[in-house]
């Protein structure tokens, strides 16, 4: 999670690459709530690793969702087309996850049937993960806590729902010179820690 122009969605892209430089067998379903997904961009990604930017697209499945029912079903579909279809999916990103639900769901008032819709889509997403060994990227977005006086008055969306569901959750912020900070929050077995990194036209190169 992060502010606009932390490197979210270029995460994303890189891992939508990376992904089939492992395995290249393996399928990429991108949910684009946002319309950020930008083809163009995997191109560039795919040659700097050195492998065939059309073959990398191919494997990369774009589906764009219009609402936050929209959404949900996209994700559960995802999870018929491993189950049933037997399509060999290795990662599944969603971005941005709560765009949608943020939209829609506006006012206090609001806020616990928010929550319990989100918390649905990300056990959904969650059971895909354990059930068919599929990494889930999702992207979230911050807002800001003006009564925070000391350290980053920045929060995600989404509360402990979202919190909860994620197993690595990584804070992007923007950096020095370019540069693009990732602080990883929490994880069940790795210490807190952060990196710097660049966005380049071949991907995300180490700062250090």
Same mark, same amino acid.
């Given at each position: 999670f992060g502010e606009f122009g932390s490197g979210k969605t270029q995460i994303g892209h890189t891992l939508s690459v990376m992904?089939?430089?492992?395995?290249?067998?393996?399928?990429?379903?991108?949910?684009?709530?946002?319309?950020?997904?930008?083809?163009?961009?995997?191109?560039?990604?795919?040659?700097?690793q050195g492998l065939d930017p059309e073959q990398i697209l191919r494997n990369v499945k774009v589906a764009r969702a219009y609402n936050s029912d929209h959404q949900m079903l996209l994700a559960e579909r995802a999870e018929e087309m491993i189950a049933q279809q037997g399509i060999n999916v290795k990662l599944i990103v969603v971005d941005s996850l709560t765009a949608h639900f943020r939209a829609e769901?506006?006012?206090?008032g609001t806020l616990a049937e928010r929550q319990q819709k989100l918390n649905r889509h990300m056990h959904n997403l969650l059971r895909t993960a354990d059930t068919h060994n599929v990494a889930v990227y999702v992207t979230n977005q911050v807002m800001s806590?003006?009564?925070?006086?000391?350290?980053? /008055?920045? !929060? &995600?969306?989404?509360?402990? $729902?979202?919190?909860?569901?994620?197993?690595?959750r990584i804070y992007l912020r923007k950096g020095k010179k370019g540069s693009r900070v990732a602080?990883?929050?929490?994880?069940?077995?790795? /210490?807190? !820690? &952060?990196?710097?990194?660049? $966005?380049?036209?071949g991907g995300l190169k180490d700062a250090a």
């Open positions: 992904v089939q430089k492992m395995d290249p067998a393996s399928i990429v379903l991108y949910i684009d709530t946002e319309n950020t997904f930008r083809p163009e961009r995997i191109v560039q990604i795919a040659k700097g769901f506006i006012g206090r806590r003006p009564d925070v006086f000391f350290g980053d /008055p920045t !929060a &995600a969306i989404g509360g402990h $729902v979202v919190a909860h569901a994620s197993t690595y602080k990883l929050i929490d994880s069940p077995n790795l /210490p807190e !820690a &952060a990196c710097a990194f660049f $966005v380049e036209e």
